[in-house]
């Protein structure tokens, strides 16, 4: 069997970016366990009303990443990923909605602090957390640990946000 065929480990990342001049941008990037693109989605910007805010008050944020642009992210990949990070704590709600696989935030050690215990908190292997669902923990080290050769885990969110800018400045030139 040809190996595109065959199932690649990959890990997700998931993003999202604003500007206040073109809205919110959600990018995903999936990368094998050397810490390579497998594949890259982002959003068209969405630029929600005013309206919209006021109707979806303190919710607002959390409706706008998981309800409008991670979905439409996840289901334009096209290799699964054995976890999902990201430096959202609103993407962390998408496990307890049915999604099958772990989720994670990429927490430093002064944001684990703040947000929680130790209990839900896997280490990565260079620096940080990843904040999990509890009981997931296990499966999580588990993962983790097929992908050493990836060393900075929150790298990857640096890298969609820097593509997301680069598509913006792109836009922005050729509407001007």
């Given at each position: 069997?040809?190996?595109?065929?065959?199932?690649?480990?990959?890990?997700?990342?998931?993003?999202?970016?604003?500007?206040?001049?073109?809205?919110?941008?959600?990018?995903?990037?999936?990368?094998?366990?050397?810490?390579?693109?497998?594949?890259?989605?982002?959003t068209?910007?969405?630029?929600?009303?005013?309206?919209?805010?006021?109707?979806?008050?303190?919710?607002?944020?959390?409706?706008?990443?998981?309800?409008?642009l991670?979905?439409?992210?996840?289901?334009?990949?096209?290799?699964?990923?054995?976890?999902?990070?990201?430096?959202?704590?609103?993407?962390?709600?998408?496990?307890?909605?049915?999604?099958?696989?772990?989720?994670?935030?990429?927490?430093?050690?002064s944001?684990?602090?703040?947000?929680?215990?130790?209990?839900?908190?896997?280490?990565?292997?260079?620096?940080?957390?990843?904040?999990?669902?509890?009981?997931?923990?296990?499966?999580?080290?588990?993962?983790?640990?097929?992908?050493?050769?990836?060393?900075?885990?929150?790298?990857?969110?640096?890298?969609?946000?820097?593509?997301?800018?680069?598509?913006?400045?792109?836009?922005?030139?050729?509407?001007?």
């Amino acid at each position: 069997m040809p190996q595109s065929h065959l199932a690649v480990p990959a890990v997700g990342f998931l993003t999202v970016a604003q500007s206040d001049s073109l809205g919110w941008t959600g990018g995903y990037l999936l990368l094998n366990s050397q810490g390579r693109p497998l594949e890259f989605h982002c959003t068209l910007p969405v630029r929600p009303s005013r309206a919209h805010e006021i109707l979806y008050g303190r919710t607002f944020r959390s409706h706008l990443i998981q309800d409008v642009l991670a979905p439409p992210l996840l289901r334009q990949g096209k290799t699964p990923p054995l976890l999902l990070c990201t430096d959202l704590e609103e993407l962390l709600g998408f496990e307890g909605a049915g999604i099958e696989i772990p989720v994670g935030q990429i927490l430093d050690g002064s944001s684990l602090q703040a947000t929680c215990d130790q209990a839900c908190a896997v280490p990565l292997p260079s620096a940080g957390f990843l904040r999990v669902f509890p009981g997931r923990e296990d499966q999580v080290r588990s993962i983790i640990d097929q992908f050493r050769d990836l060393v900075d885990w929150s790298e990857p969110l640096m890298r969609i946000r820097e593509a997301i800018r680069e598509a913006q400045s792109h836009a922005v030139l050729r509407a001007a």
